[in-house]
């Protein structure tokens, strides 16, 4: 029997055998879960795989077991691109940090990241790896696929670290010396890529990629035939991108040799980086083409070259000038020398394209800077260039062909390296003409006395005399200027001059002025018997003719001469047919002078002599004591034209004509009639001084009183006063007082408002006030004046306000008055004045169509001279501008530049390229900017505009280069036009935008 201790043994052994064999079954349904699992996983049935290993994890108490669940777990995420991928991972090494299949964990998954091409993934893993835990066949793998996964993320020094290590591999030596050697290749280590390229080269998959690196690292050694060579090896079987760059090595191969006909086919034949050239590659085609004289195809790629700025682009700038010359393409070279002088690169290409630069200023025109500066600026830079002594004569000449006097004048002036007297006595000649044409008299004599202090050529000493005289008659110096009329005519040269012709005309306007019509007679005669063809001054002539004879109470020839101008169709015929009656008067031909006045009215029915006519009719009827028919013509004037000057005078003379028949209540009534009508007026006070004897012989001396208190401009208690106090301001104004004269005035107008002389008052107090330079004070007097009806002093009050308002730049009230200025003038030249402002302020006030009207009637009046019809062209085409109508902005500019000159002309011949850009004619539109250029430089602005215009146009014409360099151009050098610079720069932004397209080299905003 056993012990009771050995029973109690055996019962516990018995225990844990039946634990142990419990156990053991479930560990044995663990293993056969996970072997299934692990078939799966082989099988690459991932996601089976994956759902069983995390049962078996779950249900598994054994921790081996749980840890190599989490492995294959985390694989099969790997395998299946799961999103927590690497988050699985990262926590099986964190749960199961002691578990073997960590290293293999990290290993397994950057290999498979590796093979499947994702290499900053799998250099993720490979760092975490511990090298020394593995075996030797994983080592190589390893380092070989982390120096890879470093390379093809061009690191090349970590890659090179561990690609060295397995270059003595026999499965992964000749990969690693490939890749070692376009390392080398890619940092310009040619010897040793060569040495590591030779060691793999028998080797049929390195071929392809062997012969381009060979051949392009030969080409950069300069082995140029070798690469040539190499690179034709491969050049057939090559694939397009490969074929693309074996393209390039041997085009640049055969350039570099100098061999460009052979390197033309091979140039044109690279596809360039992604698609995109650089100007390096232009360059070099352009260049080939140069040399072989295909000038047309070098400008074509020279001119795709935007945004140089190295020697390259230089070189190209230069040799594309030189094309551009080759084709008579001179703007175009005058652009590209310029940019090519602009870089300093080479110094000698510099010089000479800063020469050409120079030379095609002088012979085409400069919108950039004037020609006289181009030159000079040259000179200054090179002053032992061997051109130099030809490049001063065309200096001299440039001042008088570029037309930039101004900028010359100034170079002349303060620059003591150019002091050549001959050209400055032309020069200070021309700026005086400019500043002629632009009504600166002062300014003008100026420049024509410094012009006379260089008297080195007779003629231009000639001329300056001349219009020196005319600037002074202009400016009403009219005793000088006779004097340079004189001096003028006494010069030997002045018969060669292109002002002789008109100097007859002028010295009888002069002496006309001063009033000596003996001498204006006999050089009117002179000029009307000469044989000019200027029909236009000879018909003024002959008017003025008659009007000095008629001054002079020689009525015969003075009717002679009228009827000259009559018949010449001179556009003042009908002031000759006027004059020519009122002659027959003072001859006692007086039926004549009815005939003339009375068929006045029917020959000239818009003249603005009718009512002078129709006045002048009545007084010679009442003359002639024909009351009836003098009555009738008064009321004929006031009837027509009501607002004539003359009207008052004609309702006084009828007064007085029915008062003397008897008539007198008729005549009261028509005197008190031009007293409401014309208060303040002299009529009116002639008509109150006249009722007064009508009523004191009716014996109504209270209703005189009555009526004359309704008058504010009578004041009976004071006309003595007033006419006391009026007397002693008119005397030191007729005495030429003019002080003394503006404070009697003063005092006249403030303690006498409303008085008798008030009006007269007003007028001279402004007029003193304009003469004196206080034109702000004269604006309140000359309005009294106009607000008043009509008188002697509403036009010439009307015209002063207006001009006064005008020269603030206040259009709406210059407006309000030269309105009435139109209708009211007497005097033709007011009329003009009053529609050829009312036109410019129109237009200021942005009133285009009422703007135009104006302008038309200005065109319409066949006296006005081309100044004034270039202005009224040039609101009609302005206005169509600004309203869209450019058919007749088109139509307006052409006119313009018909008879345009300065500034006008230069707008006109901007328009003119504008409207050719529109019809597409771009080279068209290019000369005439070109013409600006030469013939207007001094207008900076359509200068400017020009350019902007021209860049479009040869965008348009596929040459970018111009287009560019132009519009940068502007940009830099024309900031004094912010809305022209605004206009260069957005175009230049849509031209790089496209450009940049094609060329890698150009730079955009935002880049």
Known sequence: MMSKNLVSLFLFLLFLTGVSAQQ??????????????IELYNNKQFLAAQALFAKIEKTSDDVTLSGDCAYYIANCAVRLNQQNADGLMESFVKNYPTSIKKNDAYLNVAHYYFENGKYPYARKWFDKVDEASLGRSQVERYRFNNGYSYFKSKRYNEAKKYLKMVTDSEKYGSQAKYYLGFIEYEGDNYAEATELFEQVQGEERYAEGLSYYQADMNFK???FQKAIDLAKEQYDNAKPPEKSELSKIIGESYFNLKQYAESIPYLKEYKGKRG????TDYYQLGYAYYKQGDYQSAVGEFNKIVDGRNSVAQNAYYHLAESYLKLDQKQQALNAFRNASEMDFSPQIQEDAWLNYAKLSYEIGNSYESVPQAISSFLEKYPNNGNNEELKDLLIDSYITSKNYEAALDLLENNKSFNNKKAYQKVAFYRGLELYSINDYAGAVALFNKSLKEPYDPIFTARATYWKAESDYHDSNFTESLVGYKQFLQLPEADKTPEFANLRYNLAYNYFKLQDYEQAITNYTMFVESSSNDMARKNDAYLRLGDSHFVSSAYWPAMESYNKAIEGYSPDRDYAAFQKAISYGFVNRNDQKLEGLKSFGTKYPKSIYRDDALYELGNTYLSQDKTDAALSAYNQLEREIPASSYVPKALLK??????NEGNSNEALSIFKKVANKYPSSNEAIQAVASAKIIYIDQGRVS???????????VEVEDAELDDATYQAAETPYLENKMRQAIGRFETYVNEFPNGKHALKANFYLAQLYFGDKQKEKSIPHYRYVVEKDRSEFTEQALARISELYLAQEDYRN????????????DFPQNVVFAQTNSMKSSYELKQYDEAVVYAEKVLDNGKVDNSIKSDAQIIIARSAMETGDEAKAKEAYAEVAKIATGKLAAEALFYEAYFKNKESDFSGSNASIQKLAK?????????????????KNFYALEDAFQATYILESVITNFTDYPDVVEDARVELQVIKAAESKTNSSVETEGN
């Open 814 to 825: 210059a407006l309000t008055y030269l309105k009435r200025l139109e209708v009211e003038a």
């Open 221 to 223: 050694l300069g082995n």
């Open 703 to 713: 209703d005189y009183a009555d009526w004359v208190a309704t008058l504010d401009f």
């Open 654 to 659: 009828k007064a007085l004509i029915l008062d």
């Open 24 to 37: 053991s079954a479930i560990y044995t349904n663990d293993l056969e879960e996970y072997n299934k699992a």
């Open 935 to 951: 013939d207007y430089s001094g207008y900076k602005y359509f200068g400017a505009k020009g350019l902007v215009l021209m860049a």
């Open 276 to 279: 995109r050239w650089n100007n």
